[in-house]
T-cell receptor, first 115, second 114 residues
Framework: AQSVTQLDSQVPVFEEAPVELRCNYSSSVSVYLFWYVQYPNQGLQLLLKYLSGSTLVESINGFEAEFNKSQTSFHLRKPSVHISDTAEYFC?????????????FGTGTRLTIIP | EAQVTQNPRYLITVTGKKLTVTCSQNMNHEYMSWYRQDPGLGLRQIYY???????DKGDVPEGYKVSRKEKRNFPLILESPSPNQTSLYFCATSRITGGTRGYTFGSGTRLTVV
């Protein structure tokens, strides 16, 4: 069975500082990996995803994540955060394979930006 | 505009009073799913559906029912709600493409059972 561990439940960061949100997964087969963001009082939005190819994936708002198969990790990074990045971030994994659409989510990391 | 619509957004009900949370999508997605979100537990899958009349249990199905009579609709039914079903609920959809490319989520339904 697949699972996701987000090691930090809360991460406070000063504005314009870098941030890394950690995610480790376990799965017996090849995986697809995702980061979702949930802004206060909103639903979840897809931030970025790794399906295949380049192990470094980027979002349109400056976040990036690197798939590391040997360490079974998919950490999310941003070199300089803004107040608007305050949100909860969820890492998710899927085993892939035809018809296997289930996403398994981590417990989330609440990112708080300090002015 | 592609969207997943959930109703209601907020609901307060009493123990034992049957309720239905609706979910509708306009993207012709085959796969639909319900999750509940609880603090410290993340999102957990309740039920899912691969297509019309095809549904199956997720990780936490107890106390819930679903139906998929039409491709676009996937209602979540709580026949006898209890306080431990107080939670934030999300409907999610995707195409079946040989491995998920990620979900499109509804805006959520915050349910309180007193």
């Amino acid at each position: 069975a697949q699972s996701v561990t987000q090691l930090d439940s809360q991460v406070p960061v000063f504005e314009e500082a870098p941030v890394e949100l950690r995610c480790n997964y376990s799965s017996s087969v090849s995986v697809y990996l995702f980061w979702y963001v949930q802004y206060p009082n909103q639903g979840l939005q897809l931030l970025l995803k790794y399906l295949s190819g380049s192990t470094l994936v980027e979002s349109i708002n400056g976040f990036e994540a690197e798939f590391n198969k040997s360490q079974t990790s998919f950490h999310l990074r941003k070199p300089s955060v803004h107040i608007s990045d305050t949100a909860e971030y969820f890492c998710a994994v899927s085993d892939g394979g035809f018809g296997n659409e289930k996403l398994t989510f981590g417990t989330g990391t609440r990112l708080t930006i300090i002015p | 505009e592609a969207q997943v619509t959930q109703n209601p957004r907020y609901l307060i009900t009493v123990t034992g009073k049957k309720l239905t949370v609706t979910c509708s999508q306009n993207m012709n997605h085959e796969y639909m799913s319900w999750y509940r979100q609880d603090p410290g537990l993340g999102l957990r899958q309740i039920y899912y559906s691969m297509n019309v009349e095809v549904t199956d249990k997720g990780d936490v199905p107890e106390g819930y029912k679903v139906s998929r009579k039409e491709k676009r609709n996937f209602p979540l039914i709580l026949e006898s709600p209890s306080p431990n079903q107080t939670s934030l609920y999300f409907c999610a959809t995707s195409r079946i493409t040989g491995g998920t490319r990620g979900y499109t989520f509804g805006s959520g339904t915050r349910l309180t059972v007193v």
